[in-house]
């Protein structure tokens, strides 16, 4: 059973929009939500995280919103730009913090 | 300066040989260490984790073993290499007492 799950494999929005990633997991015992952002050939790096006491976090144009009831949270891109084009994973993790679980991420594509 | 180094930056190998990649950290005090797997296109599998040198634990094996040698070098190895162990691997680490892992440049492994 996958732990957790990114609704989009693709999302395609405008120069300026606002892009919404979805993401939903399986384990009420996470309690960290990092969202990692990667380019072709790179590792990924750390965008924004948010731990389960909060319901929003945010850093510039990047948003996490959560709902722990629904056990899912979203990343909002406001103002997306082109240099935002990238793979966007989902990740949770629980009391362990060696164990984390990724989603199969979302290739956002921002069209100038 | 780079915190972590990955070696080799891509390898092209033949079906049945020997592999070792490695992976150093620079700078961070007995880290958390942790190799992944990821296909072309896909998502993050974790393989190895080792909180201290000597120690590894398994997540998945995939056919690979991994070794803590040192404090600040994790090696990912295996004696036959098979078609499926083509991928881009991923070296991290995470300080002890933080939530975040961070993930080194990769290596692309392609195995013909």
């Known amino acids: 059973q996958q732990q957790v799950r990114q609704s989009s494999q693709s999302l395609t929005v405008w120069e300026g929009e606002t892009a919404i990633l979805n993401c939903s997991y399986e384990n009420s015992a996470f309690d960290y939500f990092p969202w990692y952002q990667q380019f072709p050939g790179e590792g990924p790096a750390l965008l924004i995280a948010i731990r389960s006491v909060s319901d929003k976090k945010e850093d510039g144009r990047f948003t996490i919103f959560f709902n722990k009831r629904e056990k899912n949270l979203s990343l909002h891109i406001k103002d997306s730009q082109p240099g935002d084009s990238a793979t966007y994973f989902c990740a949770a993790s629980g009391n362990s913090n060696n164990r984390i679980f990724f989603g199969d991420g979302t290739q956002l594509v921002v069209k100038p | 300066a780079q915190t972590i180094h990955q070696w080799p930056v891509a390898e092209i190998k033949a079906v049945g040989s020997p592999l070792s990649l490695g992976c150093t950290i620079k700078?961070?005090?007995?880290?958390?260490l942790y190799w992944y797997w990821q296909a072309t296109g896909g998502t993050l599998q974790q393989l190895f984790y080792s909180i201290t040198v000597g120690q590894v634990e398994s997540v998945v094996q995939l056919n690979l073993s991994a070794s803590r040698p040192k404090d600040d070098q994790f090696i990912l190895s295996t004696e036959k290499l098979l078609l499926s162990h083509s991928g881009f691997y991923l070296c991290?680490?995470?300080?002890?007492?933080?939530?975040?892992?961070?993930f080194g440049p990769g290596t692309r492994l392609l195995v013909l």
């Open positions: 991290a680490w995470r300080q002890g007492n933080q939530d975040t892992q961070y």
């Open positions: 700078g961070k005090s007995s880290p958390n």
